[in-house]
């Protein structure tokens, strides 16, 4: 992949520095059947270090359940899924390991209601990384005033806006110092005036050099912070590619559907 | 900007008044308007509050002249035998109280030596304590489980005897409300953390897990208590090996709490069922483990969900422990029947039957109301 791409662009270079060393995910040949259905076919992908991948794709493509399939809240039936070099297997404490280091942001934000926002980041550090309370609430008030929040700490998640706690959802999984973020769908759910204070955090993280695999139809955030856009449909990966290249010159028809139908819809 | 200031912080009493809110006309608010939308807003409602309103003060009237204004309250007693016939006299048109007044120690402590009941009689107030210290939310720490274990060792002690100059009393003689309380106690004390584990077994990956909670709750819910209480009482003695006997109370305990956790296990599944599948997401993609996640995510938001028909299953089994008096235990309703079969007595049911009433009443209402206000309080962070 990194072989067709343009030396002489600036942006790329700079992510080609990151692609050395071991992948930070690697997906081999990884197949899922939901029932008879096939929902991931044959997926192929490797993110480096540092790298920031976007998955985009119709709703039904799949793009979720293969990101799912990384800290296995969905489990693939063929192939290999390898995160951070340890290999996802039913071994438990591989999976507990790779938790650990895989931190994860949803579209419905599935903050605690009954914790307080401090609780909700506090809660994981302090029992599975066995952190003393005083240590994890200072560090949760550091990832908060981070995604500009840290005034709503004592609050529940039911009194804040939708883009409140979703800027919650990522300090909270960024409390757990993850090497990796997954991103389901972080801004699917909000109202248009709120997609923005979510994707300047994002952005934010982006410029940290946060491992990131985010599935979003938010094209602007794609041409702005990915290295690669990932387009699957029907349980596969029709194509991949830096942003300019897809966007600009899709190969696929099936990619150039389905960005005239995103572009309409903005 | 001065004179924006300025303009800002000048007072403007008379636009406030006009575009301030204004209270609402008398015709919306208050109680008659209240009492015209809901009790006069056509000529049926009408109608019906009328007749409603007649039905209400006749009856009240009727049961005032009934339990009060014509009961009697007391009757002689020569030579140990209680004078009934004013009361037989009255022929309905009044309550005979006299049958509570005079066997009222009987209603409450049974067949319990008479010089002894101080002691049943401080269990009852113990058990009520119990029950305030640990609705009381600022108790709620480790320590109240080792109050319990200490109240319920005092309790233990005080009926049974036979230890710091207390006369032994057998089980047998036991009887009334401390067999009441000590059943429904023990019962939904112990059948609620059973209940819990059985809720969780049945949602298990592990299939012989999941089998077993299955079995265990179809089969116990399958069958009648009295069934459960007559096998305990009947036919768990015989598997025992000979000589060995375990207390009758022990085992109609024993059915009790494996009866109540069945039905608290459904109660408490669905609140499991209840909640988003993301909480569960959540907690796992932070890697918390599976207890780690049951215990600080699931079942706090599970539990509070299903508080309504818990408190609901818990009243219910506080009355199903009357069905005890069928294997022969003397719990309060039996205790109160007893009371009447006496031949002067005979005929004043229906006053012992309000007494006793009232008071698995007050004891159920009281569960009823605390469960309302723990609802809300729990639930305040749903509140924006």
């Known amino acids: 992949m990194s072989a067709t791409m343009d030396p002489a662009d600036g942006a790329y270079v700079a992510s080609v520095a990151r692609v050395d060393g071991p992948p930070a995910i690697l997906l081999d040949k990884v197949n899922k059947w939901y029932g008879a259905m096939h929902v991931l076919r044959d997926i192929n992908l490797s993110v480096a270090q540092g790298e920031r991948v976007v998955v985009c794709g119709p709703s039904g493509s799949g793009k979720s359940t293969m990101i799912r399939c990384i800290n296995r809240l969905e489990q693939h039936q063929e192939g290999r899924i390898v995160v951070d070099g340890i290999e996802l297997s039913d071994d438990l404490r591989s999976l507990d390991a790779i938790r650990r280091e895989v931190g ?129 449909d029907r349980g596969e990966i029709v194509e991949s590619g830096v942003p300019e290249q897809m966007f600009n010159d899709p190969k696929t028809d099936r990619l150039r559907t389905f960005l005239s139908q995103v572009l309409r819809g903005h | 900007m001065a004179d924006i200031a300025a303009e800002a912080t000048a007072p403007r009493p008379v636009e406030d008044a006009a575009v301030g809110p204004r209270r609402a006309p008398i015709t919306v608010v208050g109680p008659v308007a209240w009492a015209r939308a809901n009790l006069f807003s056509s000529w049926i409602s009408t109608a019906v509050t009328l007749a409603l309103a007649y039905l209400i003060v006749r009856w009240t009237l009727g049961f005032i002249d009934w339990a009060f204004v014509n009961a009697i309250w007391s009757v002689p007693v020569t030579n140990g035998q209680a004078q009934t016939q004013a009361c037989r006299a009255l022929n309905g048109a009044g309550a005979c109280w006299a049958v509570v007044t005079e066997k009222h120690r009987f209603m409450l402590f049974g067949t319990y030596p008479y010089e002894e009941h101080w002691r049943p009689a401080i269990c009852v107030l113990l058990f009520i304590g119990l029950y305030i210290v640990s609705a009381m939310r600022r108790f709620w720490r480790p320590a109240l489980a080792l109050v319990w274990l200490v109240t319920l060792a005092v309790i233990g002690v005080l009926m049974w005897g036979g230890v710091f100059g207390l006369s032994y009393v057998p089980q047998e003689r036991w009887g009334g409300l401390p067999i009441t309380l000590i059943l429904a106690t023990f019962g939904i004390a112990l059948a609620f953390p059973l209940s819990i584990l059985v809720a969780l077994g049945r949602r298990s990956r592990m299939p012989a897990i999941k089998m077993l909670c299955v079995l265990y709750v179809e089969l116990i819910r399958g069958v009648p208590l009295i069934s459960l209480l007559f096998m305990a009482s009947v036919m768990f003695p015989l598997f025992l090996p000979e ?74 089994f506080f009355k199903d422990t009357s069905l005890v008096l069928i294997i022969g235990i003397f719990d309060l309703l039996t205790a109160g029947k007893t009371a009447i079969v006496e031949p002067a007595w005979q005929g004043f049911g229906i006053e012992v039957y309000v007494t006793v009433g009232l008071i698995y009443f007050i004891f159920c209402f009281a569960m009823s109301r605390y469960s309302q206000n723990l609802e809300a309080e729990l639930n305040r962070h749903r509140v924006r």
């Open chain 1, 104 to 232: 994860m942001v949803f579209q419905s934000f599935n903050l605690f209601p009954h914790l307080t926002i401090l609780e909700n980041c506090t809660l994981a550090p302090i029992w599975v990384r066995r952190m003393p309370k005083k240590e994890a609430e200072a560090l949760a008030m550091e990832y908060l005033t981070r995604v500009k929040i840290p005034e709503q700490a004592g609050k529940y998640p039911g009194q804040l806006s939708g883009g409140q706690q979703q800027r919650v959802a990522i300090a909270r999984a960024l409390c757990m110092k993850p090497k990796i973020m997954l991103f389901d769908e972080p801004t699917s759910a909000l109202d248009p005036e709120m997609i923005k204070e979510v994707l300047d955090t994002m952005v934010m993280l982006a410029d940290t050099g946060m491992t990131m695999i985010c599935v979003t139809h938010e094209m602007g955030f794609a041409r702005q912070v990915a290295d690669r856009v990932v387009f699957m």
């Open chain 2, 243 to 316: 000589g060995m006997n375990i207390d009758k109370l022990l085992r109609a305990q024993i059915a009790i709490i494996l009866f109540a956790a069945a039905y608290l296990a459904e109660v408490v599944r669905g609140g499991l069922q209840a909640l988003p599948r993301g909480q569960y997401e959540a907690a796992d993609a932070l890697g918390l483990s599976y207890w780690q996640k049951t215990g600080f995510i699931i079942l706090p938001q599970a539990l509070r969900l299903v508080i309504p028909p818990l408190v609901n299953t818990f009243i219910g």
